[in-house]
C-alpha cells in the first residue's frame, strides 16, 4: 500500500463520501419543502378586498363619467370629490374613456369591516360626454361573511341614469352586529350623497 506523507487515500474517499451524502441529503430536503413553501390557492376562491364590496358597470367604449357614492354607518360620503371614509374607499374613480389605457367603464368601493347600521349605495352621472342617453349602468353589491369569508350577492340591479347631474339611490340596507345583512332592510329610498357632509 502506498502512502504519501502520512495520507491514507482511504480518508479521502471517507471525507468525499461524507460530504456527497450530506449535499444530497440537503438537496432532497429543499426539493421537499418547495411545494409546502407557496401553497397553490383552491380553484375559484379569491377573497373580497373588503367586507362589503359595491361595484358599478356600464358600457365599454362610452366617455360618460358615472360616479359611484357609498356611505356606511356613522360615516360621511364617499365619492369622486372624497375617495375614503372611516368604512369605505372608492378604489376607482373611472371618468369613461378620458385619461384610461383601456375601454373598460367601471368603479368599485370597499369596505373596511362591517359596523352595524345603514349602508347607502347611489350612482350619480357627473358628465355624459355625448354618450347617447338614458345609460343603464349596473351595480352589483356583495358581503363577505366576516365568520366563512365566503362572499355573497346582497343584489345586483340596473339602473337608468337620464340626464346629466342626476343622481340616484341604488339600495340602501342594514348589517347587524355580526355583520349580516337584517332581513328585509333592503330598499332604494332616495337619499342625497353627492351635496351630503
Same mark, same amino acid.
Do not use: C
Given at each position: 500500500?502506498?502512502? !504519501?506523507?502520512?495520507?491514507?487515500?482511504?480518508?479521502? !474517499? @471517507?471525507?468525499?463520501?461524507?460530504?456527497?451524502?450530506? +449535499?444530497?441529503?440537503?438537496?432532497?430536503? @429543499?426539493?421537499?419543502?418547495?411545494?409546502? =413553501?407557496? $401553497?397553490?390557492?383552491?380553484?375559484?376562491?379569491?377573497?373580497?378586498?373588503?367586507?362589503? %364590496? @359595491?361595484?358599478?358597470?356600464?358600457?365599454?367604449?362610452?366617455?360618460?363619467? &358615472?360616479?359611484?357614492? @357609498?356611505?356606511?354607518?356613522?360615516?360621511?360620503?364617499?365619492?369622486?370629490?372624497?375617495?375614503?371614509?372611516? %368604512?369605505?374607499?372608492? +378604489?376607482?374613480?373611472? *371618468?369613461?374613456?378620458?385619461?384610461?389605457?383601456?375601454? =373598460?367603464? /367601471?368603479?368599485?368601493?370597499?369596505?373596511?369591516?362591517?359596523?352595524?347600521?345603514? /349602508? !347607502? %349605495?347611489?350612482?350619480?352621472?357627473?358628465?355624459?360626454?355625448?354618450? $347617447? +342617453?338614458? +345609460?343603464? #349602468?349596473?351595480?352589483?353589491?356583495? *358581503?363577505?361573511?366576516?365568520?366563512?369569508?365566503? &362572499?355573497?350577492?346582497?343584489?345586483?340591479?340596473? %339602473?337608468?341614469?337620464?340626464?346629466?347631474?342626476?343622481?340616484? !339611490? #341604488?339600495?340602501?340596507?342594514?348589517?347587524?352586529?355580526?355583520?349580516? *345583512?337584517?332581513?328585509?332592510? =333592503?330598499?332604494?329610498?332616495?337619499? $342625497? =350623497?353627492?351635496?351630503?357632509?
Amino acid at each position: 500500500m502506498l502512502e !504519501t506523507d502520512g495520507f491514507d487515500e482511504s480518508e479521502g !474517499t @471517507v471525507f468525499r463520501d461524507l460530504i456527497m451524502l450530506t +449535499l444530497a441529503g440537503f438537496v432532497t430536503m @429543499v426539493i421537499l419543502m418547495i411545494p409546502h =413553501l407557496n $401553497p397553490p390557492a383552491a380553484e375559484g376562491e379569491t377573497p373580497a378586498a373588503g367586507n362589503v %364590496v @359595491v361595484e358599478a358597470r356600464w358600457a365599454d367604449g362610452l366617455p360618460a363619467d &358615472v360616479d359611484l357614492w @357609498v356611505q356606511g354607518p356613522g360615516d360621511q360620503p364617499v365619492g369622486y370629490s372624497r375617495k375614503s371614509g372611516r %368604512v369605505f374607499d372608492l +378604489l376607482r374613480d373611472d *371618468l369613461g374613456i378620458e385619461r384610461d389605457e383601456t375601454e =373598460l367603464n /367601471y368603479e368599485f368601493a370597499f369596505s373596511r369591516g362591517a359596523p352595524a347600521g345603514e /349602508y !347607502t %349605495v347611489n350612482l350619480h352621472l357627473f358628465n355624459a360626454r355625448r354618450s $347617447p +342617453l338614458p +345609460l343603464a #349602468v349596473t351595480v352589483t353589491i356583495s *358581503l363577505r361573511h366576516p365568520e366563512s369569508a365566503r &362572499v355573497t350577492r346582497i343584489t345586483s340591479r340596473k %339602473v337608468v341614469l337620464r340626464r346629466e347631474n342626476e343622481e340616484i !339611490t #341604488v339600495a340602501r340596507f342594514r348589517l347587524d352586529a355580526r355583520g349580516r *345583512l337584517e332581513p328585509g332592510s =333592503l330598499h332604494d329610498l332616495p337619499k $342625497p =350623497l353627492r351635496t351630503a357632509g
